[in-house]
C-alpha cells in the first residue's frame, strides 16, 4: 500500500534564527521545554527541531528531539527520557520487531518523536531551506509506519519572506502478520 505525506509548512521570521545562532531563545519556546547544555553549546545546530516542536506544541503535542528507536546512543543520557517515553507510547514487542529490522543503521530517524496523553503518536522530519529529504529517512518513515503502526510527516520550515510549496511523498507501507500478538 502507498501512503503519501504531503509537507506540513511552517514559516518563521529570520530573526528568530539569526537570534538562535547567537544564542537568544526569545519568547517563542515554550516554557516547558527543556533545552540541554548540548544544544546551547551548538548554536548552529537545533533550531529546526527546536522551532518545529514549538509548532507542533501550539497543537497538542508534546515530544521530543532527543530519542533513539534503535540500539545506539545507549550510554548518552540525554537519550534516556525519550528512550522512556518511548517504552510508554510503543508496544514493545512492536519496538523490538523495528529494532531488529533496522539493527546497524543509525541514520534516517526522524527528528521529533511526539506523543499525545491520548495515545496518539506522531513521528516528524523537520527540513528546513536547502535540506531535502534523504532516502534513509524516506526507508526510515516507512518502517516506522509499518512496523510500529506510527503517524508520519514531514515538516519543512520555510523563512517567511520565501515562498515555498510544499512537496508529497509517497512510501511504501507493509502489513504485516501478526505472528508475535503485535
Known amino acids: 500500500m502507498i501512503h503519501t505525506i504531503k509537507e506540513t ?12 545562532k547567537k544564542g ?9 521545554l527543556l533545552i540541554p547544555t548540548e544544544v546551547e553549546q551548538q548554536p548552529n545546530e537545533y533550531f529546526g527541531a527546536y522551532f518545529g516542536l514549538s509548532q507542533y ?10 530519542y533513539a528507536l534503535g540500539n545506539w546512543e545507549l550510554d548518552n543520557p540525554l537519550y534516556t527520557e525519550g528512550r522512556i517515553l518511548l517504552a510508554q ?14 539493527t ?17 503518536i506522531l513521528f516528524v522530519v523537520v527540513k ?3 535540506e531535502f529529504l534523504s532516502d534513509a529517512e524516506l526507508i526510515c518513515l516507512s518502517n516506522i509506519k509499518s512496523v510500529l503502526e506510527c503517524d508520519v510527516e514531514v515538516a519543512y520550515l520555510a523563512e517567511e519572506r520565501n515562498p ?4 508529497s511523498y509517497d512510501i ?3 502489513q504485516f502478520p501478526n505472528p508475535l500478538g503485535v
Open 128 to 130: 528546513k531551506e536547502n
Open 104 to 120: 546497524g543503521l543509525t541514520s534516517g530517524e526522524p527528528d521529533l518523536f511526539l506523543y499525545k496523553l491520548d495515545g496518539s
Open 24 to 32: 537568544k531563545k526569545e519568547n517563542w519556546l515554550p516554557s516547558s
Open 57 to 66: 506544541m501550539k497543537q497538542g503535542w508534546l515530544g521530543t528531539a532527543f
Open 164 to 167: 515555498y510549496i510544499p512537496k
Open 9 to 20: 509548512v511552517f514559516t518563521y521570521p529570520q530573526r528568530l534564527l539569526d537570534g538562535w
Open 172 to 174: 511504501k507501507v507493509v
Open 89 to 102: 507510547y510503543i508496544n514493545p514487542n512492536k519496538l523490538s520487531l523495528f529494532k531488529g529490522l533496522r
